[in-house]
């Protein structure tokens, strides 16, 4: 009897450490460098879940900018707008990317300047995954491409 509840025991305990932040990736995380004086700066990345169940990033935060909003662009008219979105979906097995002229994360109200080769630690919330902790590398102001050359 007690060695069946041990087993039970272990077995629940392997469940809940089961590493679910593991199920999604954080590729190349860049920002751009900000103008001196700017008040917003951008960040991209490729996101890939290899789980089998859909998840979603929720919100981003970081000691550098009073706020992060998720960004994506929208063709209005033929006049490209940013929007806020409250989230986006990571596909199961699959990846959401955020790059220039696409969706973006929006840092608000930068506490000072995003200088390149510089980084920003992000960190990003996923409705299944929890909180994942990333270093976004900062590029060139008006940069279209991670920075080259560096380690991610
Ligand atoms: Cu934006």
Request: charged share 20%.
């Amino acid at each position: 009897m007690k060695i069946a509840r041990l087993i039970l025991i272990f077995s629940l305990l392997s469940i809940f450490h089961f590493p679910a932040a593991a199920q999604v990736a954080i590729e190349k995380p860049w920002a751009r460098a900000t103008a001196p004086g700017a008040r917003v700066g951008s960040g991209y990345m490729v996101i890939r879940n290899q789980g089998a169940a859909g998840d979603r990033l929720l919100s981003a935060s970081t000691p550098a900018s009073a706020k992060v909003e998720l960004h994506v662009h929208i063709n209005d008219n033929g006049v490209m707008k940013m929007r806020e979105v409250p989230a986006y979906d990571v596909p199961a097995r699959g990846a959401f990317e955020l790059r220039p002229g696409g969706a973006h994360l929006m840092f608000v109200e930068v506490k000072r300047p995003f200088k390149e080769g510089g980084t920003v630690p992000v960190k990003l919330t996923f409705e299944k995954a929890g909180e994942v902790n990333t270093e976004f590398q900062i590029g060139r102001l008006g940069g279209s491409a991670p920075p080259a050359g560096r380690k991610y």
